[in-house]
């Protein structure tokens, strides 16, 4: 799964995350960001599966369990909802942002 983030007037991807896994779990799915993308990019992501498990007609409930995995810089989140099929959801969601969104910042470091 892609997640392109674009910002300014020409709507440029400024930075492409790559989700590396979205697997189902007991309690939802985990999103697992290669490279341990910055916090607010995951939270970012998740947003966008939220949404579009929305659509889905997905009952969606909380996004809040991260963590980054001891010795590496992988970060994982955990989603919570009742699960839908996986193979129903679409493969690649775009994000529009603003300039200051699309910075590689962590605010955890």
Do not use: C
């Not at 799964?1 to 930075?15: F, Q, Y």
């Not at 799915?29 to 947003?47: D, M, P, R, T, Y």
Request: proline fraction near 3%; avoid cysteine.
């Amino acid at each position: 799964m892609n997640v392109v983030i674009r910002s300014g007037d020409d709507a440029k991807p400024r930075a492409s995350y790559v989700v590396k896994s979205l697997k189902e779990s007991d309690n939802g799915v985990v999103l697992e960001s290669k490279n341990g993308h910055a916090f607010q990019k995951l939270i970012a992501i998740a947003e966008l599966v939220k949404q579009q498990l929305s659509k889905d007609r997905t009952s969606y409930h909380q996004y809040n369990t991260v963590r980054r995995k001891p010795s590496s810089d992988t970060i994982q989140m955990l989603i919570r909802f009742s699960l839908t099929p996986l193979s129903d959801l679409d493969s690649t969601w775009t994000h529009q942002t603003n300039e200051s969104d699309a910075t590689m910042n962590d605010a955890n470091s």
